[in-house]
């Protein structure tokens, strides 16, 4: 997606931001829509967050889980999302674990289909809102020093946010240890440290990613503790930020390792910010996809096809 | 302008021209002063009225209303706007960017609405607002002020208040702007 296309969302994401300070926060727009979430891996925020935008929208919902499905008995993942599709759907959420799966299951299907997350490859509403709220507190990324600190290599989260962080004129800084690095990182548009403490002062955000231990298996770091020793966003950390800097985590939070509680609570954190933009931002993509009238596919925040994508991302 | 707009975009498109002027710029000042004043007369005074200007055209005419009435009566009520886009019963038949903001000053609960817009036509934004409105609270009433009645309804609408009758044809776009009100149509 282009700088342009980026904007035309996070400007339209205004508009439902204020439907939902209303007294009643639902506007008729996608009546009589349904919007389906296929959910392969385990999510709350994220599903919550697109299930309350749809009804924000006055669309109706089907949810679909992979634990408690026919998966379990053995169905495809291509007859899955066909079920699911013939229940009447005019768009699907995906999230799955493999890369490429929304991109698939797209080609499958004449549904529109919103990337909720695939694998370590991308989440594109999530850079959206994260966008959004940046630009809320600051009115503009350009010119911004955004550090991504944490667990880059499994994180979906970082490469969307990347694309997305650069796009929109913000520098990004990587900081991790070496073995949470990507193992081709050339030709992304970041610099990498390996300190945090170094860059702290003159750092327009942090953003730090949740250590994914789900995804973790080899050896990569020594301990959790050491983890956040070297990396997490201490109390001390914090109070050394500038004053005007701001604390994002896409959630959920471990506690203690790459934040602290204090860090979290810290007037400079957007964090609960985030969580309330997902829902403008995700009733903006569901409201350009199914009720704007125009068409257009919001698979990536990459360009499809192009020879910008990162190199080194896991397929 | 709003009407204009919506005439833009597809299955419509093309260009306004316009045939004729209907109204000059002191022809809509006139006007709104006559407004102003049934407005006052109906209710009473101005102590529990709320002005809202229907985004985009409606913004403009519901500015000058209330500045005449604050010029009569002394007292100026609250303004808002209103975008309805999200409202509509034709979304998804063609695109509706919501854009402008919806922006009300007071809680509506048990004040007198009055709905401001420049053209009314076939009554279906009036409906939408209407939609919209119950969503804030509940008003006392809700009246509408529009700057051209052009006919053509397709409800059961009609206005309170109205600057000018335009018999029209279906055909034809009125264009409500600051220098006056122009009919036209809109050309490939």
Redesign the interface.
Same mark, same amino acid.
């Given at each position: 997606m282009s700088r342009s296309d980026l904007e035309e969302i996070l400007?339209?994401t205004?508009?439902f931001a204020?439907?939902g300070r209303?007294?009643?926060p639902?506007?008729?727009?996608?009546r009589g829509r349904t919007v389906a979430t296929a959910f392969f891996e385990n999510s709350t925020r994220t599903r919550m967050s697109f299930e309350t935008a749809a009804r924000r929208?006055s669309a109706d919902t089907v949810a679909f889980s992979a634990g408690s499905s026919s998966l379990s008995k053995g169905e495809s993942l291509r007859d899955t999302v066909e079920v699911v599709a013939s229940y009447g759907a005019d768009l699907l959420v995906v999230r799955h674990a493999m890369a490429g799966t929304a991109h698939r299951v797209a080609d499958w299907t004449d549904l529109s289909v919103v990337n909720a997350g695939d694998g370590c490859h991308e989440h594109p509403t999530q850079a959206l809102l994260d966008c959004y709220t940046l630009r809320e507190q600051r009115g503009s990324l350009d010119g911004m020093r955004i550090a991504i600190v944490g667990d880059i290599r499994h994180s979906r989260v970082a490469r969307s946010n990347i694309l997305a962080f650069t796009a929109l004129g913000a520098e990004v800084v990587l900081v991790a240890p070496a073995t949470l690095l990507p193992p081709a990182i050339d030709g992304w548009p970041v610099t990498v440290f390996h300190e945090l403490d170094l860059l702290l002062a003159d750092l327009d955000a942090v953003y730090l990613l949740r250590m994914q231990q789900e995804r973790i298996t080899e050896g990569l770091i020594p301990s959790l503790r050491e983890y956040a020793n070297d990396f997490g966003l201490s109390t001390d950390r914090v109070a050394r930020m500038r004053s005007d800097a701001l604390v994002l985590h896409p959630g959920p939070t471990n506690r203690g390792v790459e934040i602290s509680a204090e860090a979290a609570a810290d007037p400079r954190s957007v964090i609960l910010d985030q969580v309330v933009n997902g829902v403008s931002v995700r009733m903006a993509v569901l409201?350009q996809l199914?009720?704007?009238?125009?068409q257009l596919v919001a698979a990536d925040i990459e360009p499809v096809g192009d020879d910008a994508r990162p190199e080194g991302v896991d397929r | 302008m709003a009407e204009r707009e919506r005439r833009q975009t597809p299955p419509f498109g093309g260009v306004f021209v316009s045939h004729a002027r209907i109204m000059t710029a002191d022809d809509m000042g006139r006007a709104v002063r006559r407004m102003a004043h049934e407005v006052i007369e109906r209710n009473h005074g101005l102590s529990e009225l709320v002005v809202i200007g229907l985004q985009t055209g409606g913004v403009p005419v519901s500015e000058r209303l209330v500045e005449t009435l604050e010029e009569i009566e002394g007292i100026r009520p609250p303004l808002g706007t209103l !975008?309805v886009?999200?409202?509509r019963d034709d979304?998804?038949?063609?695109?509706?960017?919501?854009?402008a903001?919806?922006e009300l000053p007071t809680d509506l609960d048990s004040r007198i609405v009055v709905l401001v817009d420049d053209v009314l036509f076939t009554g279906r934004t009036i409906r939408a607002a209407l !939609?919209?409105i119950c969503?804030?609270?509940r008003p006392r009433s809700i009246q509408l002020a529009v700057m051209v009645d052009r006919g053509h309804r397709e409800l059961p609408i009609r206005p309170d208040f109205v600057g000018k009758n335009l018999p029209t044809r279906r055909d034809e776009v009125v264009d409500v702007h600051i220098t006056g009100v122009d009919l036209g149509v809109m050309e490939k």
């Open positions: 400007d339209l205004d508009t204020e439907i209303r007294p009643i639902k506007v008729p727009a996608l929208l409201f199914l009720g704007s009238g125009q | !975008d886009a999200l409202h979304i998804g038949i063609r695109p509706v960017v919501p854009e903001a919806t !939609d919209a969503d804030f609270g």
